[in-house]
């Protein structure tokens, strides 16, 4: 518990000035944090980052990061499909130790945390990206600690045991219920056009999206038989592990700014 805290007040100051600063800093931020939960993410199906699979997986992920498809040229459904034969190809010429299955999982992890990311940044970009990037990293984070001290005090039934067996309804209620209240003590600090009504909406949709991109991570895991993405956040596992609900959250907090 001691080092979970202290990884997670460092990391998260840290990742909070980056995230302030703006600019070139957060490009950076981004680009570090999306390739390092994308090369955990390929590690636990057992394919090496220096892999030629993997890397053509990365540089498919920083184009998802820098464009995504808010402007889909016929150069960029190019460029696409090229990365996709590159990764076929790679299947061929290393008879088949990297499979078509690997070259599947690769592409759709570079797909999901390529935009997920990209959302992050669109959303730091806006007139108001930094409150709203701020209000949307505090949803995830107040649903997460609420969901970790309900579900641990008052945790009795099991949510997914299948999935998650440590997770219980009743932290995914008090995590919910903390980022509701969280949620209408700062929504006017946020924008003052958004309503009581518009943050309570928010906080409900963005609380229940971060929990099942931890689900999402979970069955990942439980899939390959891995305890955690990786190593390098002590007490929270990897980059992968810390930012699974971002990459749900941020892309429905871009809908949702659309939508209301």
């Given at each position: 518990m001691?080092?979970?805290?202290?990884?997670?007040?460092?990391?998260?100051?840290?990742?909070?000035?980056?995230?302030w600063?703006?600019?070139?800093?957060f490009?950076?931020?981004?680009?570090?944090?999306?390739?390092?939960?994308?090369?955990?993410?390929?590690?636990?199906?057992?394919?090496?980052?220096?892999?030629?699979?993997?890397?053509?997986?990365?540089?498919?992920l920083?184009?998802?990061?820098?464009?995504?498809?808010k402007?889909?040229?016929?150069?960029s459904?190019?460029?696409?499909?090229?990365v996709?034969?590159?990764?076929l190809?790679?299947?061929?010429?290393s008879?088949n130790?990297?499979?078509?299955?690997?070259?599947?999982?690769?592409?759709?992890?570079?797909?999901?945390?390529?935009?997920?990311?990209?959302?992050m940044?669109?959303?730091?970009?806006?007139?108001?990206?930094?409150?709203?990037?701020?209000?949307?990293?505090?949803?995830v984070?107040?649903t997460?600690?609420?969901?970790?001290f309900?579900?641990?005090?008052?945790?009795?039934?099991?949510?997914?045991?299948s999935?998650s067996?440590?997770?219980?309804?009743?932290?995914a209620?008090?995590?919910?219920?903390?980022?509701?209240?969280g949620?209408?003590l700062?929504y006017?600090?946020?924008?003052?056009?958004?309503?009581?009504?518009?943050?309570?909406?928010i906080?409900v949709?963005?609380?229940?999206?971060?929990?099942?991109?931890d689900?999402?991570?979970?069955?990942?895991?439980?899939n390959?038989?891995?305890?955690d993405?990786?190593?390098?956040?002590?007490?929270?596992?990897g980059?992968?592990?810390?930012?699974?609900?971002?990459?749900?959250?941020?892309?429905?907090m871009?809908?949702?700014?659309h939508?209301?």
């Open positions: 001691r080092q979970r805290i202290l990884t997670g007040l460092i990391g998260g100051t840290i990742f909070l000035g980056f995230v600063l703006g600019g070139i800093w490009i950076l931020l981004i680009l570090v944090v999306a390739l390092g939960a994308f090369f955990e993410y390929v590690r636990m199906r057992g394919v090496e980052w220096y892999r030629p699979s993997s890397l053509v997986g990365a540089l498919l920083i184009y998802f990061l820098d464009f995504g498809f402007n889909l040229s016929p150069n459904f190019y460029a696409i499909w090229m996709a034969f590159l990764l190809l790679a299947s061929v010429l008879k130790q990297t499979s078509v299955l690997d070259v599947s999982y690769i592409f759709l992890g570079a797909f999901y945390i390529g935009m997920g990311f990209h959302a940044f669109l959303i730091r970009q806006m007139p108001l990206g930094l409150p709203l990037t701020l209000y949307t990293i505090a949803l984070w107040l997460d600690s609420g969901a970790y309900m579900g641990r005090f008052f945790g009795k039934h099991k949510l997914w045991p999935i067996p440590k997770k219980t309804i009743e932290g209620v008090g995590g919910i219920a903390v980022a509701v209240v949620s209408l700062i006017r600090l946020i924008d003052p056009q958004i309503t009581s009504w518009d943050a309570f909406f906080a949709l963005i609380s229940l999206v971060s929990m099942v991109g689900m999402i991570e979970s069955a990942i895991k439980r390959f038989k891995v305890k993405s990786g190593w390098i956040l002590p007490g929270h596992g980059f992968f592990d810390r930012f699974d609900s971002m990459i749900v959250a941020f892309p429905t871009l809908w949702l700014l939508v209301l």
